[in-house]
């Protein structure tokens, strides 16, 4: 893989894994609330914001990746963001990380790394 | 209701596939990569990018559809299993070679994401949210 190609999956996986977390943050405030009012409070929340600015902008390095790496292996290596969200739950909003969690963590990040070493 | 989950697997995966094919020939119908205007341009103008917001699109009416009936850890790791038609695709439309590192990897990773949907079967047990409510929501 080429120091671009890491640079452009790196960027990826940290938009998306803010994007994630703005998304959650934007979400789990209003709860009592009713649907539709719950929907206003999320319009006005800035995370909401900051999350879709940050997947727009995600679209356009994920196409630049892509580009840059085959389209199979990029795929693959993308599944590391779930590790990465799965970490930054458990930091920012102190989700718990159960012993399967765990192990389907451990797995993807070994697949990952074996596909990374093939590209 | 067997026949409602399979056709929302298959909507899922097939979207997820077509969004991920197209932003392939995006990114390549776009090249040479520069960080300016042109190249952002290049993309948000391409037929491909469009074929890719469909498919996302379609992936996303897909998840919440299936996600109103279908338990979660299921459901999740079903979404995450494009890996596999998206490797089929890449062997014969970008002729891509299978090698032993990206099977070996892909295995892994799908192995990984069943555990997680293993995991979130147990946690929804736990909290009584399994299978048998959501489709008693149903």
């Not at chain 1, 009713?34 to 999350?51: E, I, V």
Request: hydrophobic share 55%.
């Amino acid at each position: 893989m080429t120091a671009l190609a890491v640079f452009l999956w790196m960027l990826n996986m940290s938009m998306d894994t803010f994007g994630h977390l703005a998304f959650k943050a934007a979400a789990g405030h209003g709860l009592d609330l009713d649907a539709f009012s719950h929907w206003k409070h999320m319009a006005r929340s800035p995370w909401l914001w900051a999350g879709v600015i940050c997947y727009t902008g995600e679209f356009f390095v994920w196409a630049a990746f892509l580009s840059q790496v085959p389209l199979a292996a990029g795929v693959m290596l993308g599944s590391i963001n779930i590790v990465v969200l799965m970490i930054a739950g458990r930091l920012v909003f102190k989700e718990c990380l159960t012993a399967w969690r765990m192990a389907g963590m451990l797995l993807i990040t070994a697949g990952v790394i074996l596909v990374g070493l093939g590209v | 209701m067997k026949r409602f989950y399979l056709i929302g697997f298959l909507c899922l995966m097939a979207s997820d596939t077509l969004a991920q094919i197209c932003f392939k020939f995006a990114g390549t119908a776009a090249e040479p990569l520069a960080f300016d205007v042109d190249w952002v341009l290049r993309i948000a103008t391409s037929p491909w990018s469009y074929g890719a917001m469909v498919g996302y699109l379609c992936s996303f009416v897909s998840w919440m559809t299936l996600l109103r009936y279908a338990p979660i850890g299921p459901a999740f790791a079903a979404s995450h299993l494009e890996l596999v038609t998206v490797t089929i695709f890449s062997v014969w439309l970008f002729h891509e070679p299978l090698t032993l590192s990206k099977m070996a990897g892909g295995l892994l990773i799908v192995l990984g994401v069943l555990c997680l949907a293993k995991g979130e079967s147990v946690v929804g047990e736990e909290h009584g949210q399994d299978a048998a409510q959501g489709e008693s929501r149903a």
